[in-house]
């Protein structure tokens, strides 16, 4: 993705973000509304973020959560550069730290309340009998469905354990780029692609019988999803209880019933 394509794909999504936003505004002044705020979070979250935010609204009427799902890089530029969202939750350690560095969000509020790791998954059948990460070398292997490598938790972690095996030159041609890891997911189920990288926790949401785990992706370092308040929000005690809502007993839950990990410090916090 060059940067052009990336900047106006970000200035696109901020659009999106405000013209979301803008429809939760009553444009009758009697009438009390709920305190809308926006959630910006990594696609592989949208299954159990929703989830949430019906528990969530069902405990809180008076707030109105807006959902904004996007690769973790995309999320963090549209904070950036403006965009109207209240709270960050990013698949990936290294975007929320950008953010933390130049003060787009309030550390005091950061807390890592998922953990998950990477998978290789090809078509349901395995035609090619793939087995180990370093079968997808093999020349009949063409095609592998991944997402982008700077911006994307997936992308990132799947080259680095490539690189770290050796294998990085013998397929970075055969990669198939995709926005989301949901992208990624659906090239796989849809057989356009010969194995894919995704995380555990995406299987658990794919559509039954198009796909097969091969292996697990050996990782240097675990994977957590850290969220926290972003400093521009106008609702800050709205967007705290919704991260306290995340990293407490209930989220803690809902989040282990879609396969996530909890990291243990974090549930003696709260």
């Known amino acids: 993705m060059n940067k052009r394509n990336q900047t106006l794909m970000v200035a696109t999504a901020i659009i999106i973000v405000i013209v979301l936003s803008a429809f939760s505004i009553n444009s009758n002044d009697d009438e009390q509304k709920p305190t809308s705020i926006t959630i910006s979070a990594s696609a592989v979250l949208t299954e159990v973020f929703t989830d949430m935010e ?12 807006i959902m904004n799902f996007a690769n973790a890089g995309s999320l963090r530029m549209q904070i950036e ?7 960050y939750a990013p698949a990936d350690r290294v975007q929320m730290d950008i953010l933390a560095s130049d003060e787009f ?52 972690y799947a080259k680095q354990s490539l690189i770290e095996k050796g294998l990085w030159n013998s397929v970075q041609n055969k990669m198939i780029v995709g926005d989301t890891v949901k992208s990624a997911m659906v090239h796989v ?9 995704v995380f555990m926790t995406d299987v658990k ?15 240097s370092e675990t994977i957590f999803y850290p969220i926290a308040v972003v400093t521009s929000t106008q609702h800050q005690k709205e967007s705290q209880m919704f991260v306290d809502f995340v990293t407490g007993e209930k989220g803690s839950s809902i ?16």
């Not at 189920?189 to 990288?197: P, Q, T």
């Open 189 to 197: 189920e849809r057989g356009e692609v010969d194995a894919g990288f």
């Open 105 to 156: 969000v309030y550390n005091d509020s950061r807390k890592d309340f998922a953990g998950s790791y990477l998978v290789i998954i090809v078509p349901k059948g395995n035609v090619l009998n793939l087995t180990t990460m370093e079968d997808l070398s093999k020349p009949e292997v063409k095609r592998i469905a991944s997402t982008d490598t700077q911006i994307s938790t997936v992308g990132k």
């Open 81 to 87: 550069g403006g965009a109207p969202i209240d709270v």
């Open 255 to 270: 989040l282990e019933q879609y396969g996530f990990t909890i990291p243990k410090h974090d549930l003696e916090d709260t």
């Open 205 to 219: 949401t794919a559509k039954p019988d198009t796909i097969e785990v091969i292996t697990s992706v050996p990782m």
């Open 54 to 65: 019906e528990e969530f609204e069902a405990e809180n009427p008076d707030i109105d959560v």
